[in-house]
């Protein structure tokens, strides 16, 4: 029967037709070898994959510092029927009083005000080294009013709050403050991540790319932003600590805030990039310092979680020349880490500050 198959010439011309037309196939589709991609598309990837997000790219990040200057802010809730059935303190119409503080990176500068007469008579300002600073004093000392009128939350009923960046053009004595600063952003609940399934990385990145094209003017080639993106995304990764390629999912309690002040920092220092932003023929972008608000954020902890999330704190103001302020009613969370001011306020005021030497 085989004898007769191979006599038969047109079975075997179409036997080694076909024969011909698999190893055709084999030769030009490499999945049907092996499910895998080849060697060297795995080398590539895993190469883009740990350089992407490096620190050591041919576009640089300087961090400049972050300034709030409050000019004589008064706050006044009027004492209503309402305030005096739901308020803790119903009788206290001001909830800040004619005060005066310059938040500034590096030094921090307070000041109380007082009126006289319609004519305001401030003390001497005190300097404070640059560090992480906390607002005490017991419920509706004005801890939170504060804190809602720098975010813009509130309007005060008289005062300003004023934000800069000082930008160094030349040498570290040659500064100048430019208009365009950091948003301050509030951090007062921790609600539940949309997007659990994506890597940190990646929901950083989309987090750049919205905030940029909602209020940003940037004026380059996509490519050329996109290597300002991988600069970005090393430092913020590696000064807070974070795991790249870790699921938003598999975090644990101190990355996840450790994430949401990235998140928080990355909408705070790019509220607004243009051109002018660039320096050293536009391979460096200057962005101002995070200017982060928490509204007792970290309250509800235990010490173990705190202790691995306030040196983040600390990194953003040493490392990127933020400002964080953290209204708390545990300031003994906070004291494992140094330097640290507190400033306590009472009735609106600040009553006395406890700073660093």
């Known amino acids: 029967m085989v004898s007769s198959f191979w006599k038969d010439t047109s079975c075997a011309s179409a036997f080694l037709g076909a024969l011909i037309l698999v190893i055709n196939l084999h030769a030009s589709y490499p999945f049907m070898r092996h499910s895998q991609p080849p060697p060297m598309m795995r080398r590539s990837q895993q190469t883009t994959t740990t350089t992407r997000y490096s620190t050591t790219t041919t576009s640089s990040i300087q961090w400049c510092e972050s300034n709030v200057e409050i000019t004589d802010i008064c706050q006044i809730y009027p004492d209503t029927m309402w305030r005096r059935l739901t308020s803790s303190v119903p009788r206290r119409e001001f909830a800040l009083q004619n005060i005066s503080c310059m938040f500034y990176a590096l030094p921090l500068l307070l000041r109380n005000s007082t009126v006289d007469n319609n004519n305001v008579l401030s003390d001497p300002p005190v300097s404070v080294p640059r560090s992480l600073v ?30 800069s960046t000082t930008i160094p053009t030349g040498s570290s004595s040659d500064t100048s403050t430019t208009t365009i600063v950091a ?32 209020y940003s003017t940037v004026g380059m080639d996509s ?9 970005i995304l ?7 600590g974070l795991s790249p390629e870790k699921k938003l999912s598999s975090l644990t309690p101190s990355e996840d805030y450790r994430f949401r002040l990235a998140k928080a920092s990355l909408e705070s220092t790019l509220h607004y990039v243009d051109s002018r932003m660039f320096c050293i023929g536009g391979r460096c972008l200057q962005l101002p310092g995070p200017i982060l608000l928490l509204d007792e954020w970290l309250d ?58």
Request: aromatic share 4%.
């Open 183 to 214: 948003k301050p952003i509030m951090l007062d609940d921790r609600s539940p991540l949309s997007r659990q399934n994506e890597a940190v990385h990646s929901e950083l990145r989309t987090v750049i790319r919205n905030v940029v094209a909602e």
């Open 134 to 163: 906390l607002l005490i004093g017991a419920s509706s000392s004005g801890k939170s009013a504060l804190l809602k009128v720098i975010q813009g939350q509130e309007r005060p009923n008289r005062g300003t709050v004023q934000f």
């Open 300 to 357: 509800k902890e235990t010490g173990q979680v705190a202790s691995k999330v306030i040196p983040a704190l600390q990194n953003i103001v040493h490392n990127f020349g933020g400002i964080v302020l953290s209204a708390t009613h545990k300031p003994a969370l906070y004291e494992q880490t140094a330097p640290l001011s507190k400033i306590m306020l009472s009735s609106g005021k600040i009553l006395n500050q406890d700073l660093p030497n």
């Open 223 to 231: 490519t050329d932003w996109i290597s300002f993106e991988d600069a």
């Open 234 to 240: 090393g430092e913020m990764l590696s000064c807070l």
